[in-house]
């Protein structure tokens, strides 16, 4: 793009193509890094003698922790998948949408095979409704109405917009708003959520791994599997 | 500087009418204090975890008191919330930003808190096993009560028994005297105690807790030792299993409480330590101890179901089998041996040799729900409602399993189940491991 | 030639019937979305219509513009109408020369003070660089600001006339302008692309006739009859599109079969134009046809906006050297943290410890 980030005359997609995401991503990755570093707090020792290996431990919850017992979890399971359903409509979306794979291609220097239009477009709306639907129960649900702060409700919506502002733009449904416009919103949704990721609970899907790792690990060595 | 050394505690029944609100401490200092003591006790694990939590509520569902009263409140990782404030608002890296979206606590907060670190939280670990994100929020639970603790907060009950047991060596009186009485009524029973062996292989726990009702434990546990011919004894000071600085949050009780169990162990020359059935006292010492004494042990701390199955297992303890070979049962498998514990199959295995049929409950082993009683919560008045409510998910899953007999190996858990027991006049059998063990020798 | 001759004259006097007359009349009327009920009105005024005045002036282009214009085989309706009109001043076109030539631009324009047509292509170098563009020793800013105060309006052929084009790409060494940036006092049409479609000149041109004003406009001064859809929403290739089905390569089995070409850097879907209805060389081809991309050629700074071959969703996300000084900025401030923190922690031990 132009060497100089700015020009006259530049078009909000241009923004957004160009200096915004920029700026986005140079904030998400020092964010990213910043944050990780609660992982250097200072820990005591321990010098009690282990009933089994930390480190196997650590390795095995990183995945059984995905899928509990079915007695630890028969009252939840509604939320659990759920939960699941649309992180996986999140991941094919991501992953096997043409121009998102043409994105992550520009970085990574190899494609892979994206899926047609119309099935990207069906996961999208019912990923949607799955969004939807837990940020209604988030709102209705007492435990979740003790527990939720601010957070949870800005970060559901920063992670609602792309969704439904990539598939305004997609599906080309842009109620008058000319095309580019809605594409500039999309890209400007998405830098919205890079910018916000490592300050806000969006960061759970880096901290998930080291923390199952150290629960399994603490587990593991009282000789229990977590 | 921590609580107790710059007041005047006055006498016991004093504190404890005071509800220990120590003289001279503002409101400002009681939040100061519980400050420090969390910064003092977070770990990088625990920055980890308290970074991880998505509020999903799914800890809701694995906690007994949220799952029998429905009260939002007891959702365990809300317990935290005083912890997870002090964390943002101090260690986290983004503090500087975290200051602006997190309030600081406040002494209504501590106030409010004690509810929830100590009236709705046996500090089982249930909770641990479901989070999705994999926060270990038992781990956390213990340091929150710190905090409350180094206010001077702590529920009267609990912080009375550490500040006897901290400075007195003695649970609600009964010190070395009282077991030495005790164990003079075991041996006119006919039972030989060796109390206060200059050397021995196996140091036995025992536990006030236990013998203010009355010498029977004590008697079980000395006539299996006895039979399995193992060089024990049973030190006057060093035998209380218990650590109510533990149960309080009150560190520094909590330290010098095991110093002295270290101490006797080695001094006895000991190479094994054997806790007596109670709950808390397993992981406090097999887990904390060392770190708070600062040196790796040269001895092991055992559960007592976990050297009784080792001794069966071993060939050393020979068993009959109960009631002729008809005998069912189910296992309460307590939290603090088993899944804070790692003891599961050490009971079976003692259960097995005495051939009875077990029919196991719906959670068990490593997701047994807890009884409702641990972490001090039998102690306290207030908690008398959400034991009760607790208990009445435990006697469902056992009436499930047909058995008309519970085990158990820990003596809380046993307290609570009798209590349970004589308040709904329930039929079923309570019976303790060390009981059934020493009545079945072979 | 002087301007009192009627349109209608004109094309007579070179052969064009009335049948011929009439058909060119419907196709412009549809053009500009008008209803056949309109069609004799269209036929009626261009046939009175005055000839008015037109001064071509090319600036810092390359001359595509007028190529693409008079580019054709045959002598076409559009080409004649060109012809009819008074093209007084045309650099290319014109038979005459030198200071001949310049006089004539100077009396067409005095004669047809405030009536004359303005067509302009290229754009303007401005400021310190005013004269690196000029004919006749005159700087063609100051030709452009001469010429614009007796036009009726001006017409920007070519996107480097409308919004600056290819002398304006970073980093504009000339300090080009657009024209409508430098004249703000008379009524512009942008007619924008590189080249731009030669209908699409006669369509305006036709409408200025009929009608006597400008067209519809849109946000970037663009006729909306040719410039109001975007190239995506009528290409051919769409239902490709839709079914996920890509060239990857300029010369795989996707591309041979006429697949999608977005992947090969398409920027239909941001491009408004009439290249997939109206096509060029009278309807022969455009270039999504011919296999390659849409360069997006109407729109302003389309050589700004990156390669031609870099997808529309591949956004400037920054490069390996900017993440690594991040990471390594966030890394600094992390150890800062975290080495403040365990200070703080080991402050509150050693207070446990008393």
Redesign the interface.
């Known amino acids: 793009m132009n060497e100089g980030l700015y020009w006259e005359g530049m078009s909000l997609l241009d923004f957004a193509r160009g200096p915004a995401f920029r700026w986005a991503v140079i904030i998400f990755v020092i964010g990213i890094v910043w944050r990780l570093g609660a992982l250097l707090l200072s820990s005591r020792k321990d010098l009690s003698s282990p009933k089994g290996s930390t480190t196997g431990g650590g390795v095995k919850t990183l995945l059984t922790r995905s899928a509990p017992p079915h007695e630890l979890e028969k009252n939840i399971v509604f939320q659990h998948y759920t939960g699941y359903a649309w992180h996986i409509g999140m991941f094919v979306i991501l992953l096997f949408g043409t121009p998102h794979m043409l994105f992550f291609a520009d970085i990574l220097g190899f494609t892979w095979p994206t899926l047609p239009t119309p099935f990207i477009t069906f996961f999208t709306v019912v990923t949607m409704g799955i969004l939807l639907t837990l940020l209604v129960r988030r709102m209705m649900n007492p435990v979740l109405r003790k527990i939720s702060t601010m957070d949870d409700y800005f970060s559901w919506l920063v992670a609602f917009l792309p969704f439904l502002t990539g598939f305004l733009a997609f599906a080309h449904i842009t109620f008058g708003i000319r095309y580019e416009t809605m594409l500039a919103l999309h890209i400007l949704s998405v830098c919205l959520l890079l910018v916000w990721f490592p300050f806000g609970k969006l960061m759970h899907a880096l901290v998930i791994w080291p923390s199952r790792y150290k629960v399994g690990a603490a587990f593991a060595r009282k000789g229990v599997q977590a | ?2 609580a107790t ?1 710059t007041v005047d505690y006055g006498t016991l029944g004093e504190r404890a009418a005071a509800g220990l609100k120590p003289k001279g401490l503002s409101d400002e200092q009681k939040v100061e204090r519980a400050k ?2 969390m ?2 006790g ?8 308290l ?8 800890c ?3 906690c007994h008191f ?2 029998s009263t ?1 009260e ?2 007891y ?1 365990p ?2 317990k935290l919330e005083p912890l997870k404030k002090v964390y943002r608002r ?6 500087w ?1 975290n200051r602006l ?1 997190t309030r600081d606590i406040t002494v209504t907060d501590l106030e409010n808190w004690k509810e929830f670190a100590y009236d709705s939280c046996t500090q089982c670990g ?1 909770c ?9 929020i038992q ?1 956390m639970i213990q340091v929150v009560r710190n905090g409350i603790a180094a206010a001077g907060m702590a529920p009267a009950e609990l912080q009375a028994v550490a500040d006897e047991q901290k400075d007195k060596g003695s649970i609600l009186g009964a010190g070395p005297d009282k077991l030495r009485e005790v164990v003079e009524k075991v041996k006119a029973k006919g039972i030989d105690v060796p109390l206060d062996k200059d050397k021995a292989d196996v140091m036995v726990l025992s536990s006030a807790l236990d013998f203010l009702k009355d010498e029977e434990v004590l008697a079980a546990t000395a006539r299996i030792m006895n039979k399995i011919g193992a060089n024990w004894t049973i030190k006057s000071d060093g035998f209380e299993s218990a650590n109510f600085g533990a149960l309080a949050g009150d ?2 009780a909590q330290r010098r409480i095991s110093k002295r169990i270290i101490d006797a162990a080695a001094s006895a020359g000991a190479k094994k330590v054997i806790v007596a059935e109670c709950g808390h006292a397993y992981p406090v010492l ?6 708070m ?5 040269p001895f ?1 701390f055992l559960s007592v179901a976990e050297y009784l199955g080792q001794e069966v297992k071993a060939g050393r303890l020979k068993l009959k089998k109960v009631n002729g070979g008809d005998s069912h049962v189910t296992f309460h498998d307590p939290c603090k041996i ?6 599961f199959d050490e009971p079976r295995d003692v259960l097995k040799a005495m051939g009875v049929k077990l029919t196991e409950m ?2 068990h082993g ?2 047994n729900l807890c009884c409702g009683g641990g972490g001090g919560v039998l102690m306290l008045k207030s908690a008398k409602r959400l034991r009760e409510a607790a208990f009445e998910l435990k006697r469902e899953e056992v009436e499930r399993t047909g058995a008309p007999t519970v085990v158990t190996a820990c003596n809380t858990c046993m307290q609570n189940l009798q209590i349970g027991k004589e308040w709904l006049n329930w039929d079923k059998d309570v019976v303790n491991l060390v009981n059934l063990v020493s009545d079945n020798l072979a | 030639m002087a301007a009192s001759k009627t349109v209608g004259d004109a094309l007579r006097s070179n052969g064009v019937s009335r049948r011929g007359f009439m058909k060119f009349c419907a196709a412009t009327a549809s053009m500009m979305a008008l209803p056949p009920s309109m069609v004799s009105a269209v036929a009626a005024a261009i046939e009175k219509a005055r000839r008015p005045s037109v001064i071509w002036l090319p600036f810092q282009e390359c001359t595509g513009c007028t190529e693409s214009l008079t580019r054709s085989h045959a002598p076409t309706v559009e080409s004649l109408i060109f012809d009819s009109i008074s093209l007084d001043y045309h650099h290319t076109l014109q038979a005459a020369a030198g200071q001949r030539a310049e006089d004539a631009m100077e009396a067409a324009m005095e004669e047809n003070y405030g009536s004359y047509l303005l067509l302009v292509d290229g754009s303007v170098p401005t400021g310190d660089y005013e004269a690196y563009s000029c004919t006749n020793g005159h700087t063609h800013l100051s030709m452009l600001q001469k010429a614009a105060a007796g036009a009726a309006a001006i017409v920007s052929v070519g996107t480097c006339a409308a919004y600056g084009g290819i002398p304006k790409a970073n980093p504009n060494p000339t300090q080009a302008a657009a024209i409508q940036d430098l004249v703000k006092d008379k009524p512009i049409i942008n007619v924008p692309g590189c080249p731009p479609i030669p209908t699409v000149i006669t369509g305006v041109l036709a409408h200025y006739l009929t009608f006597g004003t400008i067209p519809e406009l849109d946000a970037y001064g663009r006729p909306m009859a040719f410039f109001g859809q975007n190239i995506h929403d009528r290409c051919y290739r769409r239902p490709f599109y839709e079914r996920g089905l890509f060239a990857e390569t300029f010369d795989d089995e996707g591309a041979k079969k006429g697949y999608c070409l977005y992947k090969l850097g398409c920027k239909g879907p941001i491009t408004y134009n009439a290249c997939a209805t109206l096509k060029w060389n009278e309807g022969t081809s455009w270039p999504v046809q011919s296999g390659h991309g849409c360069l997006g050629c109407s729109e302003p700074d389309f050589w700004d906006k990156g390669s031609f071959y870099r997808p529309l969703s591949a956004a400037y996300w920054g490069d390996a050297k900017t993440v690594g000084i991040s990471a390594a900025a966030g890394a600094a401030a992390a150890l800062a943290a975290s080495a403040l923190a365990r200070g703080k922690q080991k402050k509150a031990q050693q207070e446990e410890k008393a």
């Open positions: 500087m921590s050394t420090e003591a910064i003092a977070m770990t990088a694990d625990m920055a980890t975890y970074e991880s939590c998505i509020h999903c509520g799914m809701a569902e694995a949220y799952i429905h939002a409140k959702t990782i809300y101090e260690l986290a890296p983004t503090r930003l979206t249930r641990s096993l479901l989070c999705p994100m994999g926060i270990h781990s560190r520094q097999r887990w904390e101890a060392a770190t004494y600062g040196k790796e042990l092991e088993g899944r804070l514990g790692g003891t719906e959670s490593r997701t």
